[in-house]
């Protein structure tokens, strides 16, 4: 009874492994959608863990840290992933690897195409060429977010490098002539103090009510949003952080990109207070007045939530 009994339970292993084997074998099946997004961008990548991957490596840079030729795999490999979530629409993350001339463009070309930049900082010191790391996020069908994110993803490799900036000399002139500050003033809305040729704007973010251990966390203590002038009204330098929500950073965004201020970081300064507040670098030069009507094109998105 026993010899007949042992080839029947041997038997059903089989056809058990079997079955688990094919399970697997379908979950890991790419959905059609993603066959059309590799085509779509033109890159390859995997399908693993149900996530679809796109490899955006800078194969194209010679990277060095500290001197030391680096190969792209130890940490010059962009991405950009895709998921399914509910509703049939998908998820898209991503991380790409950007020369400094091409930060601005490239998160144009994606808040402009409706996605979202939600982190902008670096991931090394000392390499050459300096490099920016760029984190997305975008909802949708899958060919839409290919098609939305396209645009962007060409631009890697073809932005035109800016003139470099000449380091002033002992024998340069000053700037000359200072700032108009009553009509910066004028256009932002708001007073600042002037420190030897720099005049700043700080405003605090009060309407947030960020506490930390039970106690409220003000502009003294650096929830604050900027904006710092220099030059001349006609050569001008502007330079600041806004403290936003996270529902402002995209609208932050757009504004400054729109108005032709460089974004140079996004980050947390506190991670412990509550609620989440975000922070923005930015950067620009050209006529004061049309660096401040930037900064408050900026601040006339803070506070709409």
């Known amino acids: 009874m026993k010899q007949q009994v042992w080839p029947l339970v041997f038997g059903l292993l089989i056809m058990l492994c079997v079955s688990i084997a094919v399970q697997s074998l379908r979950a890991q099946e790419m959905p059609s959608d993603y066959q059309e997004v590799w085509k779509v961008l033109g890159r390859q ?31 010059f490999g962009g991405w950009v992933s895709l998921t399914k979530g509910e509703g049939g629409r998908d998820v898209m993350m991503g991380d790409l690897v950007l020369l400094q001339e091409e ?52 631009l890697i490799g073809h932005v035109t490098a800016a003139p470099a900036y000449k380091s002033p000399s002992a024998s340069d002139p000053a700037p000359q002539g200072g700032l108009d500050a009553a009509k910066i003033v004028k256009i932002v809305g708001h007073e600042g103090e002037q420190t030897g040729p720099v005049y700043k704007i700080t405003l605090g973010r009060d309407d947030i009510g960020v506490k930390e251990s039970g106690a409220k966390i003000n502009a003294r203590m650096g929830l604050n949003t900027w904006a710092a002038f220099a030059g001349t009204n006609e050569n001008a330098q502007i330079a600041g952080d806004v403290a936003m929500q996270e529902s402002e950073v995209t609208p932050v965004l757009k504004a400054l990109r729109k108005n032709g201020l460089d974004v140079v970081a996004i980050h947390h300064h506190m991670t412990t207070a509550h609620p989440v507040v975000i922070f923005l670098h930015y950067w620009g030069r050209g006529p004061a007045e049309k660096l401040a009507t930037g900064f408050r094109a900026a601040l006339d998105e803070l506070g709409k939530g």
């Open 45 to 75: 990548g995997d399908y693993k863990a149900d996530v679809l991957k796109v490899n955006i490596p800078r194969n194209d840079l010679q990277v060095s840290v500290a001197g030391v030729l680096t190969p792209t795999p130890f940490g």
């Open 103 to 154: 930060v601005n463009p490239v998160m144009s070309a994606l808040l402009n195409h409706g996605l979202d930049v939600t982190a902008l900082h670096n991931h090394f010191f000392w390499e050459e060429p300096r490099l920016f790391f760029m984190h997305i996020h975008g909802h949708g069908k899958a060919i839409d977010l290919a098609n939305r994110v396209k645009p962007a993803l060409d």
